[in-house]
């Protein structure tokens, strides 16, 4: 996400427990969380869910953003306030969000995101970059070969 960022002349800010080898990016800075919200035009999640982040995008923090700003959550359904993220798209206190996961799969039918404006939700899509199908593929390739060779590996026993 970083290096598409950077690629559309973003500055980065970017937020790590470790913060260790800093990517090769033009405007890149590591930084702290409040101010990572505070001073983003978008907000992309990539984190775990823990019981520190469950709930990370709540109305306190979505009230740290700026007005106009938009969220991306590609990670864990339940790190976003759904509530709280329908009430700040409704209200316009941020522009817009684009979800590939919530907090619960299939969403119920008075889902609050199903129906705010500004919200894209897709189907559980973003693993499928190359890397991650290519890996997959791999995995594929090598239990058949493994079959074949009569040796099954990552088998399923009922």
Same mark, same amino acid.
């Given at each position: 996400?970083?290096?598409?960022?950077?690629?559309?002349?973003?500055?980065?800010?970017?937020?790590?427990?470790?913060?260790?080898?800093?990517?090769?990016?033009?405007?890149?800075?590591?930084?702290?969380?409040?101010?990572?919200?505070?001073?983003?035009?978008?907000?992309?999640?990539?984190?775990?869910?823990?019981?520190?982040?469950?709930?990370?995008?709540?109305?306190?923090?979505?009230?740290?953003?700026?007005?106009?700003?938009?969220?991306?959550?590609?990670?864990?359904?339940?790190?976003?306030? #759904? +509530?709280?993220?329908?009430?700040?798209?409704?209200?316009? =206190?941020?522009?817009? !969000? @684009?979800?590939?996961?919530?907090? *619960?799969?299939?969403?119920?039918?008075?889902?609050?995101?199903?129906?705010?404006?500004?919200?894209?939700?897709?189907?559980?899509?973003?693993?499928?970059?190359?890397?991650?199908? #290519? +890996?997959?593929?791999?995995?594929?390739?090598?239990?058949? =070969?493994?079959?074949? !060779? @009569?040796?099954?590996?990552?088998? *399923?026993?009922?």
């Amino acid at each position: 996400m970083a290096r598409i960022a950077d690629a559309f002349g973003m500055k980065v800010l970017a937020f790590s427990r470790h913060m260790e080898n800093p990517p090769a990016l033009r405007d890149f800075a590591w930084t702290d969380t409040s101010r990572l919200i505070e001073d983003s035009d978008v907000v992309s999640l990539h984190f775990p869910l823990t019981p520190e982040t469950q709930g990370f995008i709540n109305k306190e923090s979505i009230n740290l953003m700026k007005p106009g700003a938009f969220l991306i959550s590609t990670s864990r359904g339940s790190l976003v306030v #759904e +509530r709280d993220l329908a009430d700040a798209l409704n209200s316009g =206190r941020i522009a817009g !969000a @684009g979800l590939d996961v919530l907090s *619960v799969e299939p969403p119920p039918p008075d889902s609050p995101l199903l129906t705010v404006k500004s919200c894209i939700i897709t189907p559980r899509i973003a693993w499928a970059i190359l890397e991650s199908r #290519e +890996r997959l593929m791999e995995i594929v390739v090598d239990n058949l =070969r493994a079959f074949l !060779a @009569g040796r099954p590996q990552n088998t *399923v026993s009922k």
